[in-house]
């Protein structure tokens, strides 16, 4: 049963609020406004010029932690109720890093501006990322796909790559929208939301692709054509969308508390505390084998006292809650997964949040 929090327990009040109210509010409205925001707020030129190891951290890191995530967390409930696709599930949603608080932190150290970048960016891509990997396990989970690796591989690269082609044709089509009006305050935010939800809809439900990716790729193709808009129409367009932003990432956080109850901490304490440590070690692994293959493809050596942060700063946050709020409570390891996920979020908020600025003086960043 969903509360507000703990506080109507012990009056036996049923708020009337069930985890499965929230699937299609995740996915449709608060999402791509998170991934939009988030997008519009990256500086174009220093993600051009880190992409490679942004990619890399964003795809192969992801993975790799979903996998070794998954691992740990299958062979280590160990139980015939929790199979390896529910493993993997957990392992998807958890990998999504959303450093909100650090970004935060490191604008108010004067960080390097390499770090931020690298950073944010993989957080925007990892998310996308693990969006569509989240949604290729979930198919297979309730029997709509096969669990077959070549074909999902081939399906998570159509998905993707479509994904991003769409958005960069939504977003290319909005520039050109924009040149041949005058733009005002109004006209720019109705554009800019009609082309976040247009280029989710078109991918996802028209072309049935990602519409997570098309959305990020809409709005970052919009940033890189900035030249159609004044400078004072960017702040006003930021300014909005970090509202909208503030205001997505408070509503998912309502929410948990909602659907949050005791029973997660006092029945699945042993699975949050294995995820906790499963994806710990994964974030490690994931962090360090990207950093060195940048190195040996790109020839883009990362400084050495920004792995450590890059791990500790990895936060789970909205987009994590957001996919296991998403979780059809038709699979029946549902509540499995939505308290690890939920734990892990606990996690890193109190402890890795608060924690991570001593670390970079430690490291004197």
Known sequence: ??????????????????????????????????????ALSLDSKLLRKYMPNVLTLATLGLLLSTAITGAFLFFGIN???FPIIAALLAGAVISATDPVAVVAQLKVLKAPEDLAILIEGES?????????LFSILLAIAKGTAEPNLVAGISQFMLVFLGGVLSGVISGLTAVCFLRLIKINTMHLTATTLVLAYGSFYISE???????????????????????V?????????????????FIANLFVFVLLGLVISIEMFTQMWLAILLAIIGATIARVIAVYVS????????????????????IWGGLRGAVTIALVLSLPTEIPYWWTIQSIG????????????????????????
């Open 1 to 38: 049963m969903s509360r507000f929090s703990f506080l109507l327990v012990p009056f036996n009040w049923d708020t009337g609020i069930r985890a499965n109210n929230f699937q299609e509010l995740m996915l449709f409205v608060l999402l791509p406004v998170l991934i939009f925001e988030s």
């Open 79 to 81: 139980h015939v109720g």
């Open 124 to 132: 925007l891509l990892n998310d996308a990322t693990a969006i569509v």
């Open 205 to 227: 439900h028209v072309l049935h692709l990602s519409g997570i990716v098309a959305v990020m790729s809409a709005a970052l193709t919009l940033k890189h054509f900035k030249s």
């Open 229 to 245: 808009l004044t400078e004072e129409h960017e702040h006003q367009v930021h300014s909005v969308w970090e509202s909208l932003g």
């Open 291 to 310: 950093v060195g293959l940048n190195q040996w493809l790109w020839g883009q050596p990362t400084n050495k006292k920004y792995p450590p942060v890059m």
């Open 342 to 365: 939920f734990g892990v979020v606990i996690f890193t908020l109190v402890l890795q949040a608060t924690t991570t600025t001593s670390l970079m003086k430690k490291l004197k960043i």
